[in-house]
């Protein structure tokens, strides 16, 4: 069954490393997004993709970038992690043609930076 | 990006009660998708609109493009029911998405 597959699941990284959040999709979507999820808010977005090799700025970038090396993976990457990033982290995949809007989710990943 | 309102921001119900959720915009979107957040935090899509309305068991979703909302009505709530619900409106291939209706049913 396709499937939007993030790793890892939870993450406690320190102030001033370096992290990277990984995401996979098995449904051959052209689209890929990097959404955070805080309390008291609904997802927002950080970074986008519309296919391998591009990426895009979302509404909340700073401090994040991504990375699209092929069609199936894009990763969220936090250079010198601070405790503001602490929050779940969502990918999501869509078809991104045709009128097609839908986008499907992965399980989220939850990232501490102590 | 463009803030979609839910409302309300947080809803009780007893079993077997029903209730309607509404999601405002203020500008002509693609299309809504809703989701129900469970107690594990997985986003569980409930439906896709470009227009229209869906319905699915005891749910059921409208979406009117022109009037810039969209509602989801839950008919007969069991306890598995509970959970936060979001709307996300489709922005070209971008999703904006509300801040929520966290909805608690009881027995």
Same mark, same amino acid.
């Given at each position: 069954?396709?499937a ?5 699941r939870n993450?406690?990284?320190?102030? $001033?490393?370096?992290? =990277? ?30 296919? !391998? ?5 979302g ?8 990375s ?13 992690a ?29 990232l501490?930076?102590? | ?16 009660a029903e ?26 899509t ?24 969209? =509602? ?10 509970? $959970?936060?619900?979001?709307? !996300? ?15 608690l049913?009881?027995?």
């Amino acid at each position: 069954e396709a499937a939007v597959t993030q790793s890892p699941r939870n993450k406690v990284a320190v102030t $001033g490393g370096k992290v =990277t959040l990984s995401c996979n999709q098995t449904n051959n979507h052209n689209n890929m997004y990097w959404y955070r999820q805080d309390t008291g808010h609904g997802l927002r977005l950080i970074h986008y993709s519309y296919g !391998a090799g591009s990426t895009e700025k979302g509404d909340i970038p700073d401090g994040y970038k991504a990375s699209r090396p092929s069609q199936e993976n894009f990763s969220l990457i936090l250079e010198l992690a601070t405790p503001s990033q602490t929050s779940v982290y969502f990918c999501a995949s869509g078809d991104g043609t045709g009128g097609a809007y839908e986008q499907y989710f992965g399980p989220g990943t939850r990232l501490t930076v102590l | 990006g463009m803030p979609v309102e839910q409302n309300p921001p947080a809803l009780s119900l007893y079993e077997g009660a029903e209730s309607g959720l509404r999601c405002n915009f203020s500008t002509t979107m693609k299309g809504v998708q809703w989701f129900q957040q469970n107690h594990r935090g997985r986003l569980i899509t409930l439906f896709y609109l470009a227009q229209g309305t869906k319905e699915n068991g005891r749910l059921k979703s409208t979406f009117n493009s022109k009037e810039r909302y969209s =509602t989801l009505h839950i008919k007969d709530a069991q306890l598995e029911d509970s $959970g936060t619900y979001f709307c !996300a409106v489709a922005r070209g291939y971008k999703l904006t998405f509300g801040t929520g209706t966290s909805l608690l049913v009881d027995p």
